[in-house]
């Protein structure tokens, strides 16, 4: 099989399958348009790294005590226990122990406020058009690229080799 050959090749189709099955039919349902499609998918990728980032930030000042050091705790029981919190527990705790900067923080919350806007039932809630930061490029710009990926960046060189381990040498 060649790179080449893509999935409308591969299924007989004369579209992208998952975009005719799948993609089209959830944007008809959430009545959304492609352009807020890809701004969702987006926010969804970044709040997923985020919540790993703030994950490990936790996990690491909890094991280590104070946020550096030497391993003092069982680090996969204090793994597990913090998995179970939610999101925004896990960034409380780590802004109020100081793991996180507060404006590191008020970015990664932004950015979680939002995500929760979209993904979560609002009974007033009609279309994505009633949400503010997803109705245009500039807006959605300001909360997923410019504060969301300015928290990415800041808690990824904070966390250093552990979120980035270094190559391994041959």
Do not use: C
């Not at 090749?9 to 959430?30: C, Y």
């Not at 996990?59 to 005590?65: E, Q, R």
């Amino acid at each position: 099989m060649t790179d080449d050959v893509g999935l409308p090749q591969l299924s007989g189709r004369d579209e992208d399958p998952l975009e005719a099955v799948i993609l089209r039919p959830l944007r008809e349902v959430l009545d959304i348009n492609p352009e807020q499609w890809t701004s969702l998918t987006q926010l969804i990728t970044l709040h997923m790294l985020l919540d790993r980032l703030v994950t490990l930030k936790v996990i690491y000042g909890v094991s280590t005590g104070k946020g550096g050091g030497k391993r003092i705790a069982n680090v996969s029981r204090i793994e597990k226990r913090v998995a179970r919190l939610s999101f925004d527990h896990r960034l409380q705790i780590a802004e109020a122990a100081g793991w996180i900067a507060p404006d590191v923080a008020a970015d990664v919350a932004a950015v979680n406020s939002l995500r929760n806007k979209l993904l979560h039932f609002h009974p007033g809630r009609h279309s994505f058009e009633d949400i503010p930061e997803i109705a245009s490029a500039e807006a959605f710009f300001d909360v997923v690229a410019r504060r969301g990926l300015l928290a990415f960046n800041a808690l990824r060189e904070e966390l250093g080799p552990l979120f980035n381990p270094p190559a391994p040498t041959s």
